[in-house]
Each structure stands twice: as structure tokens, then as C-alpha cells.
């Protein structure tokens, strides 16, 4: 049976790239990261994702949230995410930005994709409803399975592991669309970046912001459970 | 003052990066990795060299060592090194290969370096004396570097990270006289693959035969014990 990594944040896209690799008929590796996100709720999410979708194997890391100085989605840094603003006027990076994330993420997935016989590390990277992150580009990922394959053993013996992401040129809503014709639960994901105690998403972070607007362009019912804000 | 990230190992290599960057006049955050290795003596020997060179802060990341599979260099694993032979007749790469580790290193590298403001990011790679690892060799450092511009918020920016080996071309013997000559003391380095269990060096795997063999070109005595072999 062909096999793969897929990296699981707990969040809608991730969510919809699991249920495409299952359909896909890959045995799965799910790698979820606890690096002091303020949403770390997802990692429960990912867990019952997991479960439902019966992977072969599912790994938590630690990453020490002291590698991530700075980023505003770090609950530790103490910085505050605005609602439905995380772009300074200096840059067109949102302040959520968390240094080199994806890059440590997928060499995870690398380092486990090759310990583990796995072709191809899967990732939900999106460069259209993104919010602006250098690291879900196209270029980024293409560099990066290249450097890849020049690191590694079964790259060097001509099985190079490939970096695939399925929903790079993908709206939210077609995102959306797609995970529901794959019974994607989008009950399970979690996507806000300012949870309250709960849990519950704030409904009006970035983050939320284009969930939202994704369930309404794709016309379905968004079962997410938004605090203070009516259905 | 300009700031660099250290990968340092505590082995011979490292230490000796570790001395060039401080005589190059950096503030210097070293980043060192438990993962498993049957080597684990190496990171007290990390702690002893950041000490002694007085970095400005010494990280100490845990890698869960369940991702490394196969690899002969992970306790865990219960794979021998074979005394002074870690080639198997099917492949140039050595069996105390472990997979995409440099990669996974270096990304962390490349997060601490843009979180706290890091121009470069230092690593003790070596083509010459190396024992087959693709991960060591040029052409994958600058395929990493040049990834690691495109998926960070300061490589987008302008100010890429520089991926830097200042021992990429040198022999052993010719790091040994560099360290020396930098005032590396290397009875704080540790290199062995196989130590006892008081942490001593075998003398006889790969590590230690090019480490004694390095001393010995460069006609400088070597500090170190070696378990059952006379000096």
C-alpha cells in the first residue's frame, strides 16, 4: 500500500487534504506540531480527525514556543491579534506570520516521510484566500522539494519524496466544496486564531473572517459555532 | 552587534564553527538537538562549549526519536555501528545515516535566525572527511538556503538568512589546526558513535578514526580517552 505524510494542523484545509489522500488510497502518517499556538485547540481537532479518518499513525511534536519570537500567534509573545485586521502598514505580512513554520514543518514531514517509506509529504497550503505568508507559495514549496531531494538518501538514490499541495490554487469555497464531496466532518476543524476559553471561534480574526465567507461563496452551511455572533 | 544561530553539536566539527563565529565578532545563539542519538554525551559536551565561549543563549530542542527510523545512530533503534565499517555493500551512504536531519536542523535554524534577528546560520558540514552523508554536501546547503528565502518573511524582504559552512572544503587535520589555532579545546569535544556507558569514545567507529586520524595530520596531540586503546 502506498504511503504518505500529511501534515494535520486541525484546520479546514488540512482537514480537506486528509480526506483527499484517503480517497486517494494512501495509508497515512498524520503529523500534527504543539508549538504554543493560541489556537491550540485545533490539536484536539486534528486527534478526532485522525480518528474518524483512520490513519496509520498519528505524531504530536513539541516545538519550544521560545524558537518563535515576535509572532502574534504565539500565545506566549502576549501580542494581540486584531479582529479582522493582522496586516501592519509596514509590510503585507500579517503579524500572525510565525518564522519559517512551514520550512520546520515539512522537514518533519521529510524526516518522517523518509523513515517510514513515504513517497510525498502532503500540505494545505493555499496562496489565494491565504493571508499573505511567504512560506504557502508555490516557489517556496517547489525550492523546498528540491533541497529535498539533494538531502536525503532516497533522494540521492533517484526516489526523491515529493512536497504536494493539493489545494494551492483553490478559493476557500472550492475548498469547501471539495471536502464536502469527500465527506469532510468541517465540524471537526478548527480555524479561528482568537479562540475564547471554550474554544469557540471569535468569528471575526482573519482567519474566521475567510472561513466564513468561504462556507457562503461555496453555499453551505458553515456548522462552526461562532461566539457572540448569530447565525 | 550582529547575531548569528550556532548548530553545535558538541563534536569536533562544531566546536571548531563555534570559535571561528566568535572571532568573527557575532552574538551567538546556539541550538542544540536531542534526538535520540546513542551519542546523547554530546550535548552535555554542547553545554560545556557554550559555556566556555559564553553565548548570548544556548537552546536545547527535543526531536521525539520515534521520526528516525532505521537509522543505526538512534539508541531506540537497537542497530549496531559496526566497528570502523558503517558502509553496507548496497549503498555509499552509511548506516548511521538519519534521514532529512540536517534539513530539520537547519529549519530550526532558519526560525530562531529570523525570530531573534540572526543574520546567518552556522553549520560544521564537511564533504572532505564525512562519511557519505548527502545531507552534508554543498549543493544541498545552497538548494536550503535558497528555500529558506523564498518561505521567510525576511528573505521576502530583502535580507534573506545565509546558510553558512565555513568547514565545507577543509580536511579534518585542517579543522584541527584552525580550532587550535582559535583556541578550540578540544577535551570538551565528543565525537564517538558507540561510547561506553561513562561516555567514553570507542577508538574504533568511523567518527573516532577520522577524528584520531585527524589529529594526527595535523600533528597535534589528541586530548581525548578512548576506551581500551593506549595512547
Known sequence: M????????GGLDSATVLGFVCHEGFEII?????????????IARAQDLALKWG????????????????????????????????HSAKSP?????VPARNMLFLSYGVACAESYDAEAVFIGANVLD???????????????????GLGTKCGVEGKPIRIIAPLLHLTKAEIIRMGASLGVDYSL?????????????????DSCRIRRKGFEEAGIQDPTLYAGIEK
Not at 30 to 42: D, N
Not at 66 to 83: D, G, H, M, Q
Not at 130 to 148: H, M, N, T
Open 30 to 42: 498524520a503529523l500534527t506540531f504543539r508549538y504554543g499556538q493560541r489556537h491550540a485547540v485545533e
Open 130 to 148: 491565504y493571508s499573505g505568508y511567504p512560506d504557502c507559495r508555490g516557489e517556496f514549496l517547489e525550492a523546498f522539494e528540491k533541497a529535498a
Open 2 to 9: 502506498k504511503r504518505a505524510v500529511v501534515l494535520l494542523s
Open 55 to 86: 490513519v496509520f499513525a498519528h505524531l504530536i511534536v513539541d516545538i519550544p514556543d521560545s524558537l518563535f519570537a515576535a509572532s502574534a500567534l504565539i500565545a506566549a509573545n502576549r501580542v494581540e491579534v486584531p479582529p479582522g485586521e493582522e
Open 93 to 97: 505580512i500579517p503579524i500572525t506570520y
Open 189 to 205: 476543524t478548527h480555524s479561528c486564531y482568537s479562540p475564547d476559553e471554550e474554544g469557540r471561534a471569535c468569528g471575526r480574526c
